[in-house]
T-cell receptor, first 110, second 113 residues
Framework: DAKTTQPNSMESNEEEPVHLPCNHSTISGTDYIHWYRQLPSQGPEYVIHGLTSNVNNRMASLAIAEDRKSSTLILHRATLRDAAVYYCILRDGSNYQLIWGAGTKLIIKP | DGGITQSPKYLFRKEGQNVTLSCEQNLNHDAMYWYRQDPGQGLRLIYYSQIVNDFQKGDIAEGYSVSREKKESFPLTVTSAQKNPTAFYLC????????????FGPGTRLLVL
């Protein structure tokens, strides 16, 4: 199974952009890149996903490297409510399972 | 409102006891999943079901059992064979087609007395 590598934690200031990196050097051609976030004692929440092209939605942007071995989740203007653990996940294209890592704990400073 | 509900929020298990965690969804999703999360770690897949009356083991199925008699419901039983059941249990659902974003319930925290 292809795996992802993320920093354990990151800090950012409120109202500034945040770039959360993810490495997935063993990704296969059919694996989608998903991002979820989880607040303490809650279920994860979908953020964004993509395959090859960069993606934007109301929550964030996803920048995928041309070789697909890494990606970056971009929060354009972080708020205190964005403080959470962010998971970069590969969706197994053969059986639709999500392969979870330990995630990055994002700390937002006021 | 459409969504996933899990009950109870907290559950206490005595030694040697089987307990069942409830998961219900009204999103009309075909696929449902059970995950276990230990403190400071990511999610690990216990079981998943892509259709009624069918389910497959995930990475850590030993000591757990499931059933899928209705599309809306996917209960998880933690049996006495699971020697370390203390964890946060999360249920999720998704459609089968396309990229399949998973929608999660609020979770059940299981503690051993």
């Amino acid at each position: 199974d292809a795996k992802t590598t993320q920093p354990n934690s990151m800090e950012s200031n409120e109202e500034e952009p945040v770039h959360l990196p993810c490495n997935h050097s063993t990704i296969s051609g059919t694996d989608y890149i998903h991002w979820y976030r989880q607040l303490p004692s809650q279920g994860p929440e979908y953020v964004i996903h993509g395959l090859t092209s960069n993606v934007n939605n109301r929550m964030a942007s996803l920048a995928i490297a041309e070789d697909r071995k890494s990606s970056t989740l971009i929060l354009h203007r972080a708020t205190l409510r964005d403080a959470a653990v962010y998971y970069c996940i590969l969706r197994d294209g053969s059986n639709y399972q999500l392969i979870w890592g330990a995630g990055t704990k994002l700390i937002i400073k006021p | 409102d459409g969504g996933i509900t899990q009950s109870p929020k907290y559950l206490f298990r005595k030694e040697g006891q089987n307990v069942t965690l409830s998961c219900e969804q009204n999103l009309n999703h075909d696929a449902m999943y059970w995950y276990r999360q230990d403190p400071g770690q990511g999610l690990r897949l216990i079981y998943y079901s892509q259709i009624v009356n069918d389910f497959q083991k995930g990475d850590i199925a030993e000591g757990y059992s499931v059933s899928r008699e209705k599309k809306e419901s996917f209960p998880l039983t933690v049996t006495s064979a699971q020697k370390n059941p203390t964890a946060f249990y999360l249920c999720a659902s998704s459609t089968l087609a396309g990229e399949e974003t998973q929608y999660f319930g609020p979770g059940t925290r299981l503690l051993v007395l």
